[in-house]
C-alpha cells in the first residue's frame, strides 16, 4: 500500500465497489497500535477543523438544532467518544459472535472508514459554495457509503461470510448507542429540542 494522495483517492474511489479487497489491504498494514491512535485522532482533529470552517461559512441555528449540533467542537468531541466506542465494540462484538480480527484490524477499520468520510466531506464543503443541492446529495451518499463500508469492512476482519447480517447487527447496535447517548447528551444539556418556538 503506498502513501501518496493519488494511490489513496483511488484506493477511496475503490472501496465502493470493491470493499473486502480495500479492507484486506488495508488491515492488513502492520503498524503499532500507538501509530495507529494517533493516526485516528489525526483523522478526528482534521475532521472536527472542517466542521469549524463548515460552521464559519453556513452556520446552524441553535435552537433549531440544538447546542451540540451546532458547536463544531462540541459535535468533534462526540464524534471522538462514537469513533473510540466503535473501535472497541467491533472488535469486542465480533469475537462474542465468533469472529477471528484482531484489535488492530478494527482500529484500521475506523482509520479508513473517518480517512473515506475526510475525503467526502472535503467534497460537500467544497460543493456546499457552489452547487448546495449536489453537496447534499453527496452527504446522504457518505451516510450510505458509511454503512456499505463498514459492514464489509467488519465482516473481511472476523471472516463472516455475509456483510449484510453484520449490516443488521450493525444496526441494532447504533439504534442502542443513540438511545444511550441521547439519554447522556439530555442530562448534560446538549440534547436536540423537540419543540421550537415559532415567533
Known amino acids: 500500500m503506498k502513501f501518496d494522495w493519488g494511490y489513496l483517492f483511488g484506493m477511496v474511489l475503490q472501496t465502493v465497489p470493491e470493499p473486502r479487497k480495500i479492507a484486506r489491504e488495508v488491515q492488513g498494514l502492520a503498524f503499532s497500535r500507538s501509530v495507529l491512535w494517533q493516526a485516528l485522532l489525526l483523522l478526528l482533529v482534521a475532521t472536527t477543523f472542517l466542521g469549524v470552517i463548515s ?25 471522538s467518544a462514537v469513533s473510540v466506542l466503535t ?34 466531506e472535503i467534497g460537500v464543503l467544497f460543493l456546499g459554495v457552489f452547487a448546495p443541492g449536489l453537496a447534499l446529495l453527496l452527504w446522504v ?13 467488519i465482516a473481511e476482519m472476523h471472516g463472516f461470510r455475509s456483510a449484510g447480517l453484520v449490516f443488521l447487527s450493525i444496526f441494532m447496535v447504533l439504534i ?20 421550537i418556538g415559532v415567533s
Open 55 to 79: 460552521s464559519i461559512l453556513f452556520p446552524v441555528d441553535p435552537e433549531a438544532f440544538g447546542v451540540l449540533m451546532a458547536d463544531p467542537i462540541l459535535t468533534g468531541i462526540a464524534q
Open 87 to 120: 473501535v472497541f465494540a467491533i472488535y469486542w462484538i465480533g469475537r462474542a459472535l465468533g469472529g477471528t480480527g484482531g484489535f488492530n484490524a478494527a482500529l484500521l477499520t475506523v482509520i479508513w472508514l473517518h480517512f473515506v468520510l475526510l475525503v467526502i
Open 141 to 153: 451518499m457518505g451516510m450510505v457509503m458509511t454503512f456499505w463500508i463498514l459492514s464489509h469492512f
Open 176 to 195: 442502542v448507542l443513540v438511545v444511550v447517548m441521547s439519554l447522556v447528551f439530555a442530562l448534560i444539556g446538549l440534547g436536540v429540542p423537540t419543540e
